[in-house]
């Protein structure tokens, strides 16, 4: 009923949308997802993302401009130095020259990670700690398969820069030209 005495359905107006609540789990641990979700079963909708990358991606995906109003200007990328790899971590890019490629966040991390200063071989483990985070580890599997899909995009820019295993130790970057790494 509205202040009036009249049946709102019935006014032709509808009511305003009530507000309700949404719980966002963040983790990449499938235990902890089942956990959370069995601790809020029923206490409001709830939406698991593994990372904030993944809760970005769903936020930002053709989110409506208000009123129509242009975003802010996106900032032309500045040239790369001549043969720098440059990883833009905010757009998860790499480019070299005036090509570019996408990278996934796992991507992105690794690339971030053998770039740092100062170039050095990364073990294994260490990767996995720092792309990864807390997820368990799998063994080297989960970094020799994301190396692979790595190495192919650096070949497809023509960087001349590739991972290398260092027998026994792990992996390094070759031909390391001083990326810059921007955003995060």
């Not at 789990?25 to 993944?54: F, K, N, Y």
């Not at 073990?123 to 020799?144: I, K, N």
Request: with cysteine; glycine share 8%; charged share 25%.
């Amino acid at each position: 009923m509205t202040t009036d005495g009249t049946n709102a359905a019935n006014s032709g107006t509808e009511p305003p949308e009530r507000p309700f609540s949404l719980v966002i789990g963040v983790t990449s641990s499938p235990a902890e997802r089942v956990r959370l979700t069995e601790l809020l079963d029923g206490v409001a909708p709830l939406l698991m993302v593994a990372d904030l990358d993944e809760l970005r991606e769903l936020i930002t995906a053709d989110a409506p401009d208000p009123a129509g109003a242009p975003g802010p200007p996106v900032p032309e990328p500045k040239p790369a130095p001549d043969g720098a790899l440059v990883i833009d971590a905010a757009r998860s890019t790499a480019r070299w020259g005036d090509r570019e490629t996408a990278l996934t966040r796992l991507e992105r991390d690794l690339l971030t990670c053998l770039t740092a200063e100062p170039v050095r071989v990364w073990s294994y483990a260490e990767l996995h700690r720092a792309v990864w985070r807390d997820a368990p580890t799998h063994g080297r599997a989960d970094v020799q398969s994301l190396v692979k899909r790595l190495r192919r995009k650096l070949d497809e820019l023509g960087t001349g820069v590739t991972i290398a295993a260092v027998r026994g130790v792990g992996l390094r970057l070759t031909d390391h030209r001083h990326p810059w790494v921007r955003g995060d």
